[in-house]
């Protein structure tokens, strides 16, 4: 079997031969779908298009994970205040990872060692009571006794009660998306990076493919629009307007350093998790107020506040070991309007699909999974009933010329 054909402006890259993935479900459908948008989402639903017998072309503004699955806390969980039908998705999406890992136990960039959370005032005890209302595995403990549950943490920087969930886990996006695309090389997909800025080509209102900003047309029976924070900006052409609720995020990533540390810790002051190779990734909610965008577009952050997050990680951590930035990734993390995802058919443009949520990590398998079946079925699945984009989408009141960007 023969690797991925990659096009990119002026250069035709390698990708190294690997083992051939046991082939699953029934192949030959005869579809070609154009998926825009190389982040978990797009390549998840692309691999599993492929595993269904479609032929598939994966266009990217930039190259894979270059868009918000590459400043993604990605913590796996489903331990907040959630609708049951978007809980019961997003238990589904973490049964998926557990089922990778189960076939891959000695990947590093993603494990199920739990999740710390705590918060000042009552709101602890309520969100611990939710969760054992759903019967999601929860546990109110002290903070002895979270140092002992959790390797790696100063019990002396723990506060009096906190949240364990010992079901919950991480997983690093950007090396998931790596393995995925070999296996997306192996099953033939055509795979399109540095494309720029990339439209929904429309025929007679129908999606016909995806075109680039250089007019490079790339025909499809079928298109899924994955896009990031830069889906609304994609459908707007369209003659559609997606709430949007993106805002921006920051992810800092340290040096290599020993640390012990293997579960989530969500606090007031840091999230973390581990990161390969001896790495710690952090983020915030203070950080996002010190964040500034260029009139470019590009975004900035001194790098005084990347050292302060790294600061307070050290400050919960057993030695405080000293923490250094080795650099971090900023840009807007996509949030529809209502919070919740936006996935399956977009409503007047026959033949598009959309995949716009917060949860890509969490959703990031099993909405790439019920969509391409959707997609290649054309039955629509009951988990995605409640998600589907027409709730959010309004006319566009000004369509502008140009088309939108696609977030890897």
């Given at each position: 079997?023969?690797?991925?054909?990659?096009?990119?402006?002026?250069?035709?890259?390698?990708?190294?031969?690997?083992?051939?993935?046991?082939?699953?479900?029934?192949?030959?459908?005869?579809?070609?779908?154009?998926?825009?948008?190389?982040?978990?989402?797009?390549?998840?639903?692309?691999?599993?298009?492929?595993?269904g017998?479609?032929?598939?072309?994966?266009?990217?503004?930039?190259?894979?994970?270059?868009?918000?699955s590459?400043?993604?806390?990605?913590?796996?969980n489903?331990?907040?205040?959630?609708?049951?039908?978007?809980?019961?998705?997003?238990?589904?999406?973490?049964?998926?990872?557990?089922?990778?890992?189960?076939?891959?136990?000695?990947?590093d960039?993603?494990?199920?060692?739990?999740?710390?959370y705590?918060?000042?005032?009552?709101?602890?005890?309520?969100?611990?009571e939710?969760?054992?209302?759903?019967?999601?595995?929860?546990?109110?403990?002290?903070?002895?006794?979270?140092?002992?549950?959790?390797?790696?943490?100063?019990?002396?920087?723990?506060?009096?009660?906190?949240?364990?969930?010992?079901?919950?886990?991480?997983?690093?996006?950007?090396?998931?998306?790596?393995?995925?695309?070999?296996?997306?090389?192996?099953?033939?997909?055509?795979?399109?990076?540095?494309?720029?800025p990339?439209?929904?080509?429309?025929?007679?209102?129908?999606?016909?493919?995806?075109?680039?900003?250089?007019?490079?047309?790339?025909p499809?029976?079928?298109?899924?629009?994955?896009?990031g924070?830069?889906?609304?900006?994609?459908?707007?052409?369209?003659?559609?307007?997606?709430?949007?609720?993106?805002?921006?995020?920051?992810?800092?990533?340290?040096?290599?350093?020993?640390?012990?540390?293997?579960?989530?810790?969500?606090?007031?002051?840091?999230?973390?998790?581990?990161?390969?190779?001896?790495?710690?990734?952090?983020?915030?909610?203070?950080?996002?107020?010190?964040?500034?965008?260029?009139d470019?577009?590009?975004?900035?952050?001194?790098?005084?506040?990347?050292?302060?997050?790294?600061?307070?990680?050290?400050?919960?951590?057993?030695?405080?070991?000293?923490?250094?930035?080795?650099?971090?990734?900023?840009?807007?993390?996509?949030?529809?309007?209502?919070?919740?995802?936006?996935?399956?058919?977009?409503?007047g443009?026959?033949?598009?699909?959309?995949?716009?949520?917060?949860?890509g990590?969490?959703?990031?398998?099993?909405?790439?999974?019920?969509?391409?079946g959707?997609?290649?079925?054309?039955?629509?699945?009951?988990?995605?009933?409640?998600?589907?984009?027409?709730?959010?989408?309004?006319?566009?009141?000004?369509?502008?010329?140009?088309?939108?960007?696609a977030?890897?």
């Amino acid at each position: 079997m023969k690797a991925v054909r990659v096009h990119r402006q002026g250069e035709e890259p390698q990708i190294d031969e690997v083992p051939a993935p046991e082939m699953a479900g029934p192949g030959g459908s005869g579809r070609h779908v154009a998926v825009l948008g190389a982040g978990i989402l797009g390549v998840s639903a692309a691999v599993q298009l492929l595993r269904g017998g479609a032929r598939v072309t994966l266009v990217t503004e930039g190259h894979p994970a270059s868009g918000a699955s590459g400043r993604s806390l990605s913590w796996l969980n489903s331990g907040g205040d959630y609708p049951p039908d978007y809980h019961q998705l997003r238990l589904a999406g973490i049964d998926r990872y557990r089922t990778l890992l189960a076939r891959n136990p000695d990947i590093d960039w993603l494990r199920f060692d739990g999740g710390v959370y705590w918060e000042e005032g009552p709101a602890l005890a309520a969100r611990y009571e939710a969760q054992r209302a759903k019967a999601y595995d929860a546990r109110l403990v002290s903070g002895a006794e979270i140092a002992g549950m959790v390797p790696g943490l100063d019990r002396a920087a723990l506060p009096s009660t906190a949240l364990f969930n010992p079901g919950e886990g991480w997983v690093d996006l950007p090396h998931l998306i790596r393995q995925l695309l070999r296996e997306f090389a192996l099953r033939g997909g055509t795979l399109v990076t540095a494309a720029g800025p990339t439209a929904v080509a429309a025929e007679g209102g129908t999606a016909v493919g995806l075109r680039t900003g250089t007019g490079t047309l790339y025909p499809a029976d079928a298109v899924l629009v994955a896009g990031g924070a830069g889906t609304p900006a994609i459908l707007r052409p369209l003659g559609l307007d997606l709430l949007d609720g993106s805002e921006p995020a920051l992810l800092v990533v340290t040096e290599p350093k020993a640390h012990g540390l293997r579960a989530v810790l969500n606090t007031p002051r840091v999230s973390l998790r581990p990161h390969p190779g001896s790495r710690l990734a952090l983020d915030s909610a203070w950080c996002l107020d010190q964040i500034t965008q260029h009139d470019d577009g590009g975004w900035a952050v001194d790098p005084q506040v990347a050292q302060e997050l790294a600061d307070e990680a050290s400050a919960l951590l057993a030695g405080h070991p000293r923490l250094v930035p080795q650099g971090w990734r900023i840009g807007l993390k996509p949030v529809p309007g209502d919070g919740l995802p936006a996935l399956g058919p977009v409503p007047g443009v026959p033949g598009c699909f959309v995949a716009f949520t917060h949860s890509g990590a969490t959703l990031g398998l099993i909405a790439g999974e019920l969509l391409a079946g959707e997609i290649l079925s054309g039955r629509p699945h009951p988990m995605l009933a409640p998600f589907r984009p027409e709730r959010l989408i309004r006319p566009a009141s000004a369509v502008p010329a140009g088309p939108g960007l696609a977030e890897g």
